[in-house]
């Protein structure tokens, strides 16, 4: 799997680098030469053959007349197990993370919970250990305790870890990188391809980096996950998320689980999602640049005991990341000097950035996991992969970065 040439600027994703894999891959009803904001505007996005609208319209219709009994119109006979508007959404997202195959969710919980619903009791599972909070809830409480399910949480940068943590019964790798809160970058190519080698399927959480920065399945991952409720969508405004991959059995699996759960979107959440992804690139290059200048500075600022951005080269995962990233990304996680109450202090005093969880909107976020996102997860787990009480995780927004900037040098004064 081979990056032959790597052409790293975020100003020219050509994705040269993975030329070959993409002339490799047929369908896609735009051609798959076309740039990340070319199939992002209408890779799924056809006019409409009715009145001529240029944007999908939003199906509201839950079921779809016969012609007679067994005989459809087109391909669609209930909204659970398919929805026009859902569709330009799932064609959109495959033909931008290079998959053949895509499929919508609820949110990305969902997305999630429906690959793990593919298993079978007394299969294991192999996890990045400082996964996303709602994930690790899903698979200690439900997949765990209630599936028959088992489940190792490694540090997915050792590879030594995670060969130690297979089992005869392991069936499911789940990656997330860069990981939440604490950034680490895994190495999505040697993971999977460790996978491969031992017939487990690896799954890629791409919600930190999105599809315009980081290109799981081209990397040899099986399935792709994205949490379209954060860059996807991009405006704080609609929850969903999205499977992603290749393998047509696979997908037929996957689409048996959804229709039987259920955890489909809403038609109104497809329009959204579709709206926001055309900007994607835009967003996310103002993301990046915001992130890195903001990165730098607060890594030489005298409250800060220290930053993790894989932006900066003194980040263990900094190499990793030029390889397998187009960008660094807009999330930031910062050690303040202080305690719990020195970091309330600077997130009240903010007067842009706004105290709430998630991420990936066009408005900077902060918030603190210990007490937020990641209070679910025990103590000790937090204690062990670095969720200090003095952990505060940013996502930077496109505002401009001079009152960016201001605001958080205000903030800081009142630590
Ligand atoms: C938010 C998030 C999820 C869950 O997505 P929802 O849409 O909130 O269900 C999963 N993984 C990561 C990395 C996330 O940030």
Redesign the pocket.
């Known amino acids: 799997m081979q990056n032959n040439k790597s052409e790293y600027t975020l100003e020219s994703v050509t994705f040269n680098r993975y030329s070959s894999f993409i002339s490799s891959i047929e369908k896609s009803p735009i051609d798959p030469h076309y740039s990340f904001s070319t199939k992002a505007i209408h890779s799924g996005q056809s006019i409409d053959s009715v009145h001529g609208a240029i944007n999908t319209p939003i199906y509201l219709s839950t079921t779809y007349a016969q012609k007679e009994p067994g005989s459809l119109y087109s391909s669609y006979d209930y909204s659970r197990c398919g929805n026009p508007t859902r569709t330009a959404f799932d064609e959109c997202m495959a033909a931008l993370e290079h998959a053949k195959h895509g499929l919508s969710?609820?949110?990305?919980?969902?997305?999630?919970t429906c690959v793990c619903l593919c298993l079978t009791a007394r299969d294991h599972i192999i996890c990045c250990d400082d996964?996303?909070?709602?994930?690790q809830r899903y698979l200690r409480e439900i997949a765990t305790k209630r599936c028959n399910i088992s489940v190792d949480f490694v540090d997915l940068t050792d590879l030594d870890s995670v060969e130690k943590a297979r089992t005869p019964a392991t069936r499911l790798l789940i990656i997330?990188t860069p990981?939440?809160p604490t950034m680490k970058i895994c190495d999505i190519e040697k993971l999977c391809l460790w996978a491969k080698k031992h017939n487990i399927l690896s799954l890629v959480?791409?919600?930190?980096a999105s599809p315009y920065l980081q290109s799981p399945l081209l990397l040899g991952a099986d399935i792709c996950?994205?949490?379209?409720?954060?860059y996807i969508g991009g405006h704080c405004d609609v929850?969903?998320?999205t499977l992603t991959l290749n393998d047509t059995e696979l997908r037929d699996k996957l689409f048996f689980v959804q229709k039987s759960f259920g955890g489909i979107p809403s038609p109104f959440e497809c329009y959204l999602a579709l709206r926001g992804i055309k900007t994607l690139k835009l967003r996310m290059e103002e993301h990046c640049k915001n992130a890195q200048i903001m990165a730098e500075y607060l890594n030489t600022h005298e409250k800060i005991e220290k930053v993790l951005y894989p932006g900066l080269k003194s980040h263990p995962g900094h190499d990793i990341a030029r390889k397998q990233m187009r960008g660094f990304g807009g999330m930031i996680s910062i050690y303040v000097k202080g305690d719990l109450d020195a970091v309330k202090r600077l997130c009240k005093s903010l007067r842009i950035f706004v105290c709430a969880e998630?991420?990936?909107g066009v408005e900077s976020l902060i918030q603190v996991p210990a007490i937020m996102?990641h209070a679910s997860v025990p103590i000790e787990v937090r204690k062990k992969i670095g969720i200090e009480d003095n952990l505060v995780r940013i996502s930077m927004g496109i505002e401009s970065i001079e009152d960016l900037l201001k605001d958080m040098e205000d903030g800081l004064a009142m630590v």
């Open positions: 969710f609820g949110s990305g919980c969902a997305a999630l996964v996303y909070g709602g994930t997330e990981t939440n959480d791409n919600t930190f996950m994205n949490s379209c409720t954060k929850i969903m998320g998630s991420l990936g996102t």
